[in-house]
């Protein structure tokens, strides 16, 4: 099992950044591919951003794509993802998420293991 862990969230005017991390532990397993996800209320789970095993790949949403950047370290475990030029539409629940493997997808139901979420709100 893989346990993950966010932090960061918070409340923001518009306009202002927030980073958010995940620590991964347990089984953690090399060459996986990580993920963002967000759900808002009353909406489904949409995928914001993933990101290779070694990093040099990515893809974001388009709704956050120039804005928000995902990166990871690795050796300490951890995924990161920083939010600029905030929008109250990007409030919502923001949930880690880890495939066991190097998958490529944005489904959530590809990825296997979950963070309980930190939530961010935008204040406009």
């Known amino acids: 099992q893989v346990q993950l862990v966010e932090s960061g969230g918070g409340l923001v005017q518009a306009g202002g950044s927030l980073r958010l991390s995940c620590a991964a532990s347990?089984?953690?397993?090399?060459?996986?591919?990580m993920a963002w996800f967000r759900q808002a209320p009353g909406k489904e789970r949409e995928f914001v951003a993933m990101?290779?095993?070694?990093?040099?790949?990515?893809h974001y949403a388009d709704s956050v794509k120039g804005r928000f950047t995902i990166s990871r370290d690795n050796a300490k475990n951890t995924v990161h993802l920083q939010m600029n030029s905030l929008k109250p539409e990007d409030t919502a629940v923001y949930r880690c998420?880890?495939?066991?493997?190097?998958?490529?997808?944005?489904?959530?139901?590809?990825?296997?293991?979950w963070g309980q979420g930190t939530q961010v709100t935008v204040s406009s």
């Open positions: 998420a880890a495939d066991r493997r190097a998958g490529w997808n944005t489904a959530p139901y590809e990825y296997h293991y």
């Open positions: 347990g089984r953690t397993s090399s060459g996986n591919t």
């Open positions: 990101i290779s095993w070694s990093g040099g790949s990515t």
